[in-house]
């Protein structure tokens, strides 16, 4: 079963550069699927960051639009977060998932959904 | 501030229902997911597709949709269901982008 992993530094100074990778094992990361980051800064609920597609195609949260960036290799079968210029505001859980979409018809209009069923275990980064 | 709002805390008798909702105008058109948060642990998928289950997670979890407002149904709340709950959809009919919900902290007395 496909499995995910957060990798990166758990410590980044201020004004520096977030980088976080995330390893795709048991299945390709080129499966027709998006694949997202979210965070959790402590104490607090649960942020969309943005995600990717195999394509390359990304979809950011307008609050980060301006440091983030999401990428993919292929290679690698994995997924990668650059968030720039971090600060204090920036210290947080981050989670890498897998992202499932669909529709139905229910009732007289179509409906659609989106859910995350497959996490990494998250990994820490203090801006400090 | 988040597009989908929840409840901030929402307590139950052990055994006994509770419904925990979330809000928003994106769910006219989009049914919310519903994941489950345990401190010092990753969230974990409970409901997709309006009332759809993972495998594992029990039938007691239950979820509908009416509206703007969906909702998640606890049939007989158990001790182990004490946790943060957190509705997952879309920020606005008008584009890609995804929001979070506020989360809702359910005791279980």
């Known amino acids: 079963q496909v499995q995910l992993q957060e990798s990166g530094p758990g410590l980044v100074r201020p004004s520096g550069t977030l980088s976080l990778t995330c390893v795709v094992s048991g299945g390709s990361i080129i499966s027709g699927v998006w694949w997202s980051w979210v965070r959790q800064p402590p104490g607090k609920g649960l942020e969309w960051i943005g995600e990717?597609?195999?394509?390359?195609?990304?979809n950011y949260n307008p609050s980060l639009k301006s440091r983030v960036t999401i990428s993919l290799d292929s290679s690698k079968n994995h997924f990668s977060l650059n968030l720039s210029s971090v600060t204090a505001a920036d210290t947080a859980i981050y989670y890498c998932?897998?992202?499932?979409?669909?529709?139905?018809?229910?009732?007289?209009?179509?409906?659609?959904?989106?859910?995350?069923?497959?996490w990494g275990k998250g990994t820490t980064v203090a801006v400090s | 501030s988040s597009e989908l709002t929840q409840d901030p805390a929402v307590s139950v008798a052990l055994g006994q229902t509770v419904r925990i909702t979330c809000q928003g105008d994106p769910l006219r058109s989009h049914y919310a997911t519903w994941y489950q948060q345990k401190p010092g642990q990753a969230p974990v998928l409970v409901i997709y597709a309006k009332n759809n289950r993972p495998s594992g997670i029990p039938d007691r979890f239950s979820g509908s949709s009416s509206g703007n407002t969906a909702s998640l149904t606890i049939s007989g709340a158990q001790a182990e269901d004490e946790a943060d709950y957190f509705c997952y959809s879309r920020n606005s009919s008008a584009n890609r982008l995804k929001v979070f919900g506020g989360g809702t902290k359910l005791t279980v007395l």
């Open positions: 998932a897998r992202e499932m979409k669909g529709s139905n018809y229910d009732g007289d209009q179509w409906y659609y959904y989106y859910y995350m069923d497959i």
């Open positions: 990717v597609y195999q394509s390359g195609s990304t």
